[in-house]
């Protein structure tokens, strides 16, 4: 469990397409800020590597149309737990992302 606090969802398919990308362009950042400071965040590989292939697995078959909402938390949910959330500055992305997929789209009543 992430977080007891009520987390907002996307609004739309495109909005949930777009924190994806947000969070696999933060996803690179990170591996290259581990990169370049290999001895203070090499424990970090592991979380992104799983946060690379889970967002690009969600984004890809979003584009090919076998995507499901509400499979279970993503895989790399629990994994997080295990850093400390200043390892993961984009923490509160991933939440959102987790959150939209165990409980769809936030739609707007009419």
């Given at each position: ?66 995507y ?13 737990e295990?850093?400390?959330?200043e ?24």
């Open positions: 469990m992430l977080s007891n606090n009520r987390i907002a969802r996307a609004h739309s398919t495109e909005e949930y397409v777009d924190m994806i990308n947000q969070a696999i362009d933060e996803t690179f950042d990170l591996r290259q800020a581990i990169e370049f400071d290999e001895e203070f965040m090499s424990d970090a590989r592991i979380l992104v590597d799983e946060l690379e292939k889970s967002l690009k697995a969600v984004y890809e078959s979003m584009k090919d149309g076998s499901q909402f509400a499979t279970g938390d993503l895989p790399y949910v629990a994994l997080m295990n850093y400390h959330p390892m993961v500055p984009f923490r509160y992305l991933l939440k959102r992302i987790n959150e939209t997929h165990m409980k769809g789209l936030e739609l707007k009543e009419s």
